[in-house]
């Protein structure tokens, strides 16, 4: 079977119609309407169809977790019937071509991709994997998120391994690699960004660092929980040793599926702190090599009908276009930023540069405390965002994907406006 023929048995061609018998939660899906600038709304009120997400509450909280499209819902229901049917073991067709979708996706290779259960296992296996000894030094933000952070700090309590941190500047692209670079020291071995932080969604200048990092020979980690399928990119270009990435967060994909990126050329570098089948030939006792791709980090038996879903969600943004995913969240962010930035007493954390920022936005009030305003905004205006309590930042998120729309973002204003009124 080709890339084309497995692709189209996981319903992501024209019709894409599957249903199962199933009710309105997972809806049957059709083709999208042809993009037209005479009237993009149209378009992207086509997409929002595709979510199942109920309409009982407006969803902007993809940062958090992202809602997967009927057309993934339907495909892993579908590849999970038809696997039960025969109940094979293997399936690593369904692996290594969904690895090839991937490898595409983010500018990579095949054998560049393992798949993980999600962003903080991948990170781990970075943090768990590289030869360290204790002493040696490992740089942060300060506003990396758990799941990209405490693999790191694991390793300073079981190795003695010295974490370092630096708080990120909001307002400028050097100032980032300033504060990077003051911190590093003969016994830097690794420096990780977020790629796009979680708390206030600063987008780092991530070849810039893997270029500092590659010319003092220091492991450049991205966590890109918040990257992925938010905007493009290729990892090849930027030039990191290795990325990790959720797929249920911007990528619209199946829950409990995450990608690994481990440079081809610094694939030994990382032990495996895991192992099994898929790992490597081997002969007991004495004989284990590894295979020569990043799929030796991917251990026993997995669960192939998410990682089948995982490539209707990356071919279903592709047919969207990630550029024009990337414009229209981001125009949305913008939006709202502006419109934020003229209510009185509220301060917008997201940077203002246009290059620092994607599609989050973090705002808070001079005069309504971020709990209440919060509370406010989930009950009584019928929003899922986020609270941002890190770093003292004490905030609202607010994330804006290919679902939402410029009237979510008007009612997001016309609330925060309705709450300052009744404070
Ligand atoms: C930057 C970052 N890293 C890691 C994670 C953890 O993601 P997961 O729970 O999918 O591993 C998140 C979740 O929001 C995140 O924002």
């Not at 199933?22 to 049957?28: E, F, G, P, Q, V």
């Not at 509220?346 to 203002?352: G, S």
């Not at 009030?365 to 205006?381: M, Q, R, T």
Request: proline share 4%; net charge negative; aromatic share 8%.
């Amino acid at each position: 079977m080709n890339r084309k023929q497995f692709i189209s048995t996981l319903g992501v061609g024209a019709a894409g119609l599957m249903t199962f018998g199933c009710k309105n939660s997972i809806a049957t899906t059709k083709a999208l309407p042809v993009f037209s600038m005479e009237n993009p709304d149209a378009f992207w009120a086509a997409v929002r169809d595709e979510f199942p997400l109920t309409r009982e509450r407006t969803y902007m909280n993809n940062g958090g977790l992202g809602p997967a499209s009927s057309r993934v819902l339907n495909a892993v229901q579908a590849k999970m019937k038809e696997l039960q049917e025969t109940s094979e073991s293997g399936h690593d067709e369904i692996m290594d071509e969904t690895r090839a979708v991937a490898a595409d996706f983010l500018g990579a290779d095949t054998d560049e991709i393992c798949f993980t259960r999600n962003s903080t296992e991948a990170n781990s296996i970075i943090a768990a994997g590289l030869k360290l000894k204790e002493g040696d030094e490992v740089i942060f933000e300060s506003h990396a998120h758990p799941g990209g952070g405490i693999a790191w700090m694991n390793r300073q309590k079981r190795h003695g391994v010295k974490v370092k941190i630096f708080d990120p500047d909001p307002d400028s692209i050097e100032g980032n690699l300033n504060r990077i670079e003051a911190l590093i020291t003969p016994k830097t071995r690794v420096i990780q960004l977020s790629h796009v932080t979680a708390p206030t969604g600063i987008l780092f200048d991530v070849k810039a660092v893997a270029q500092m990092a590659r010319e003092r020979d220091i492991w450049f980690h991205i966590d890109g929980a918040q990257s992925a399928g938010m905007f493009p990119f290729n990892l090849h270009e930027i030039g990191c040793h290795s990325y990790g990435t959720s797929g249920h967060k911007w990528m619209g994909g199946p829950r409990g599926t995450g990608i690994l990126y481990i440079a081809k050329d610094h694939m030994d570098e990382v032990e495996a702190s895991h192992a099994g089948a898929y790992s490597g030939p081997y002969e007991f006792p004495d004989t284990f090599t590894y295979v020569p791709r990043a799929q030796r980090h991917e251990y026993g038996t997995r669960n192939t009908e998410i990682i089948a879903g995982l490539a209707v969600a990356m071919q279903f943004q592709n047919s969207i276009g990630m550029d024009r995913i990337a414009a229209y969240g981001q125009g949305l962010a913008t939006y709202l930023q502006k419109g934020l930035r003229e209510i009185d007493s509220v301060e917008v954390l997201t940077p203002e540069d246009l290059r620092m920022y994607r599609s989050m936005t973090t705002f808070k009030c001079a005069k309504v405390d971020f709990h209440n305003l919060y509370e406010s905004l989930s009950h009584d205006y019928h929003f899922r965002c986020r609270i941002v309590e890190e770093r003292g930042l004490n905030a609202v998120r607010i994330s804006t994907h290919l679902y939402n729309s410029k009237a979510d973002c008007d009612r997001v204003m016309e609330s925060v406006q309705d709450i300052l009124r009744k404070a």
